[in-house]
Nanobody
Framework: QVQLVESGGGSVQAGGSLRLSCAAS????????VAWFRQAPGKEREGVAA???????SYTDSVKGRFTISKDNAKNTLYLQMNSLKPEDTAVYYC???????????????????WGQGTQVTVSS
């Protein structure tokens, strides 16, 4: 079965950058809808960015202009480039996937059925 494994998290000062990776082991279709979520302590899981089956991208407003979601189908890897990081970006970041979905990809966790274990991102002020 397919597993998703995040990496690239760590600690960074405000204004810095991190690049998260999510590697899929086992087969996952290049047409799968994939996304990044995050969850800070005491807060609900929040959709950060997603790529739909047609390549459409969605971002939550708070990260627009700072984060970029991308994927390398040949490497079966999803990325999240995070620039201009803020302390409020501190959270555990999860990658997730679902089946084929065309159009603007959803940022609600209920739409995804395959999840990674998460990677911690800490941004200090």
């Amino acid at each position: 079965q397919v597993q998703l494994v995040e990496s690239g998290g760590g600690s960074v000062q405000a204004g810095g950058s991190l690049r998260l990776s999510c590697a899929a082991s086992g087969y996952i279709s290049r047409s799968s809808c994939v996304a990044w979520f995050r969850q800070a302590p005491g807060k609900e899981r929040e959709g950060v960015a997603a790529i739909g089956s047609d390549g459409s991208k969605s971002y939550t407003d708070s990260v627009k202009g700072r984060f970029t979601i991308s994927k390398d189908n040949a490497k079966n890897t999803l990325y999240l480039q995070m620039n201009s990081l803020k302390p409020e970006d501190t959270a555990v970041y999860y990658c997730a996937a679902r089946g084929i979905l065309f159009g603007s990809p959803p940022l609600g966790p209920q739409y995804y059925n395959l999840w990674g274990q998460g990677t911690q991102v800490t941004v200090s002020s």
